[in-house]
């Protein structure tokens, strides 16, 4: 391997709080959607002048195809007058962006659906890439004229009803590899004579260089092409940054992700179904970091079968790692839940935080928390999420399945200190409502406590006729979000719980129903205030 490739520059120090902070531009965190309506209504926003490389992204619903909505459009001053750069539009069922001057027809679009759209403008270079609920719609398009500053923005409807929410522009955090070379030593994996052609495995030469980088801190590249690999282990201090223009993608090759189990932290993965195999691993790492705008492929659509949950590959699999964040995200799951903690764990989970993110088609729940295997839950922060079409928004559970690893004692875990802020939630499926809950056991009680809902507003789903009895106390049934059936509250149904607060939350039953939409059953501390 050609290690004259490296780049060397002078180090900084490294400090993941500096690093991941946003400024933004203009941020509008709408707890309630904004309502575009009517032919030919507008909404303009006056923007701080600026350039270079920045974000805009927001989330829209349209309600019909037929009439058109003009989703974004961004101005700069070009020729000494304003002008626009970019253009975004949805005409019949389908969304509808430029290159330049060229028209590019885009996805298909559902009514009443919303969608993330996340843009990112290089001004510098006159080109953007465009996404759509997270799928790479246009990759360094040209812009519509090349002005060098943004200083307004555009959103309007030709006769339909347009909802907008979360819109915001902030600078790139993250880093061109250029201004990353100015601080980090950047190790250019092509350069050093690994081949992105996408089916020559990689796995040792890159695993080489991650391992090298490691050893003082600085960046794996990946750029121009498909780097086919089996696990690769991410190890500290070292930032992988994956070029727009390349991806990295997991071997079919099941023999190249063998079983990981962590050292440090062995309650997580060896009890039970514990994930074991993962493309990208790390164990008990900090300041790991994954950016640059290119691909994680985990293929798969691979034509087999994916074995069992703990030999199935994930994509990326961290334990015991610090520094963490998730944020934009777009998240579908027709399978299961969308965002979940728990089931088989033993270890814990704190000090996670999720946020600026869309949940929508999940089989399952929403939001799912759960310790049934003594796992420790203890601060968990979920903010600024929309969620659709869900088989039901919140679940919350402690319980007792009696499973302990060998090395360890029985224990009943725990849920505490749980906080969902400006959340909007529509489209249940179902009638069950949602289970928050604690534990009764053998004359002992196990609270779930201090879990807050600030600004959360949902329309439940209702239409039931039956005040049903209080479930019983969970037993040894698989922990899902419907375990309980229909619960006696049409929203919320609370239980062994303290500290309970619903602030400013509009919750809503859009059929009849007979049952309360709040019900709360030996609850320490529960208020709700508006």
Request: proline share 3%; with cysteine; net charge negative.
């Amino acid at each position: 391997m050609d290690h004259s490739a490296i780049h060397n520059y002078e180090k900084r120090n490294k400090d993941m709080a500096s690093r991941s902070e946003i400024t933004y531009i203009l941020q509008e965190k709408y707890t309630d959607p904004l309502r575009i309506f009517g032919e030919g209504t507008c909404v303009q926003k006056k923007i701080e002048k600026a350039g270079g490389r920045l974000i805009f992204s927001q989330w829209v619903k349209m309600d019909i195809h037929n009439t058109g909505v003009n989703v974004l459009t961004l101005l700069g001053e070009y020729e000494g007058k304003l002008q626009k750069i970019f253009q975004l539009d949805t005409e019949g069922a389908y969304f509808y962006a430029y290159d330049g001057p060229k028209k590019q027809k885009l996805g298909h679009f559902q009514s009443d659906d919303w969608y993330s759209i996340y843009v990112s403008l290089n001004l510098q270079e006159g080109v953007y890439s465009l996404y759509i609920d997270g799928e790479r719609m246009l990759h360094r398009a040209a812009l519509l004229v090349p002005a060098k500053e943004v200083e307004e923005l555009w959103m309007g409807s030709h006769g339909g009803v347009m909802y907008v929410g979360q819109i915001s522009v902030y600078p790139n955090t993250v880093p061109g590899i250029m201004q990353l070379a100015q601080s980090e030593t950047v190790y250019n994996a092509r350069e050093m004579g690994v081949k992105a052609d996408g089916q020559t495995l990689v796995t040792a030469q890159l695993q080489e260089i991650i391992n090298t980088c490691s050893s003082s801190g600085g960046v794996v590249y990946l750029e121009g092409g498909t780097f086919l690999s089996g696990m690769l282990e991410l190890k500290s201090n070292v930032t992988l940054y994956i070029e727009e223009n390349a991806t990295l993608k997991g071997t079919l090759d099941l023999g190249a992700y063998p079983v990981r189990l962590s050292e440090q932290h062995p309650n997580w993965n060896t009890i039970v179904q514990g994930p074991q195999k993962a493309l990208l691993f790390g164990d008990s790492q900090e300041n790991i970091r994954l950016c640059g705008g290119g691909t994680i492929d985990g293929s798969g659509d691979f034509p087999g079968p994916y074995g069992s949950e703990s030999l199935r590959v994930s994509a990326i699999l961290l334990v015991g790692c610090d520094n963490t964040l998730v944020r934009n995200c777009f998240i579908i799951s027709t399978m299961a839940n969308g965002i979940k903690f728990g089931t088989y764990s033993y270890g814990g989970f704190t000090n996670c935080f999720c946020e600026d993110c869309i949940i929508k088609d999940t089989r399952t729940c929403a939001i799912s928390i759960q310790s049934v295997d003594g796992g420790l839950i203890k601060n968990l922060q979920f903010r600024r999420i929309f969620i659709q079409n869900v088989e039901s928004a919140f679940f919350i559970l402690v319980g007792d399945k009696g499973r302990t690893p060998d090395w360890g004692e029985h224990r009943i875990g725990c849920v505490e200190e749980i906080l969902f802020e400006d959340i909007h939630a529509e489209g249940i499926r179902r009638s069950y409502g949602s289970y928050l809950g604690g534990y009764e056991a053998e004359g002992k009680t196990y609270l779930i406590k201090d879990i807050t809902f600030r600004r959360v507003n949902v329309v439940y789903k209702g239409g039931v006729n039956e005040v049903p009895d209080d479930p019983a106390e969970f037993g040894k049934q698989y922990p899902e979000s419907n375990c309980f059936g229909i619960l006696p509250a049409a929203g919320y149904y609370l239980r062994h719980g303290e500290n309970i607060n619903f602030e400013d939350c509009n919750t809503l039953v859009a059929l009849p129903d007979s049952r309360d939409i709040y019900v709360a059953v030996d609850i320490k501390g529960y208020r709700i205030n508006g």
